[in-house]
C-alpha cells in the first residue's frame, strides 16, 4: 500500500494551518482595538495601562507557547517559541503588579515583550520555506521588532505620551495582523481547492 503524498497542510499539521488566519484576525481586531481603547483615553491611569497591556501580553504569550508545541514548528525553533512565549507571559504578569511601577518599567516590558513575538516571527517565516503566507508573517516581525524597539528606547516623558504611542503602534500592528491573517485564509483556501 503505498500512502499518498504529504501535502502541505500535512507538513503543517492540517488543523493549526486552517485555524492559524482566525488566531491572526483575532490577534488583529484584538490589537486595534486595545489601541483605539488607548488613544481615546491617553490620560489613563498607570494601573489601567498596566493591566491591559499585561493581559495583551499574556495573550500572545499563550499563543506564542501553544505554536511552541505546534506540528508545524521546526524542532530548532520549538525552544525559541517556548522561551519567548514564557518571557512575554511573564512580561504580562509583570504588567499587573501596581501603579508603583514607573513608566519606563512600563515601557520596557511591552517593547521586550513586542521585540521577542518579532523576532519569533521572523525567525519562523525565515526557517520555514513552505509557511503559507510567509511574506506577511515577515513583514508583521518586523513591524513588531521595530515596536518593541521604539518603546525601549524612546524616552517617554509621562504617561499620555507612552499610551498615544502605544496606541498608534498597537492599531498598526492589529491592521498588519488582519491583513496576513486574510492572506493566510485565501491561501489555504486556494490550497484546498487544488488538493
Known amino acids: 500500500m503505498t500512502l499518498p503524498p504529504e501535502t502541505e497542510a500535512d507538513r503543517f499539521g492540517g488543523l493549526p494551518v486552517h485555524a492559524g488566519w ?3 484576525m483575532a ?8 489601541g483605539a481603547v488607548i488613544l481615546a483615553w491617553p490620560k489613563t491611569t498607570l494601573t489601567v495601562v498596566g493591566v491591559l497591556f499585561g493581559i495583551y501580553l499574556l495573550a500572545f504569550g499563550a499563543f506564542q ?3 511552541a508545541f505546534g506540528a508545524h514548528v521546526p524542532g530548532h525553533l520549538r525552544a525559541l517559541g517556548f522561551v519567548s512565549g514564557a518571557l512575554c507571559v511573564l512580561l504580562g ?26 523576532v519569533m516571527l521572523i525567525a519562523t517565516a525565515l526557517s520555514t520555506p513552505a509557511l503559507p503566507a510567509r511574506g506577511w508573517q515577515v513583514f508583521l516581525g518586523v513591524l513588531t521588532l521595530l515596536a ?10 509621562s504617561l499620555a505620551v507612552l499610551a498615544v504611542w502605544s ?3 498597537l492599531i498598526v500592528l492589529g491592521v498588519v495582523e488582519v491583513a496576513h491573517g486574510i492572506q493566510l485564509r485565501l491561501r489555504v483556501r486556494r490550497h484546498s481547492a487544488v488538493h
Not at 27 to 34: D, E, W
Not at 108 to 117: A, D, V, Y
Open 22 to 24: 482566525q488566531v491572526l
Open 27 to 34: 490577534a488583529g481586531v484584538a490589537s486595534t482595538a486595545l
Open 65 to 67: 507557547l501553544a505554536g
Open 93 to 118: 504578569l509583570l504588567c499587573f503588579r501596581g501603579p508603583t511601577e514607573s513608566l519606563l518599567l512600563l515601557a520596557l516590558w511591552i517593547g521586550f515583550g513586542w521585540l521577542l513575538r518579532g
Open 148 to 157: 518593541g524597539i521604539v518603546l525601549i528606547t524612546t524616552p517617554f516623558g
Open 167 to 169: 496606541g498608534i503602534l
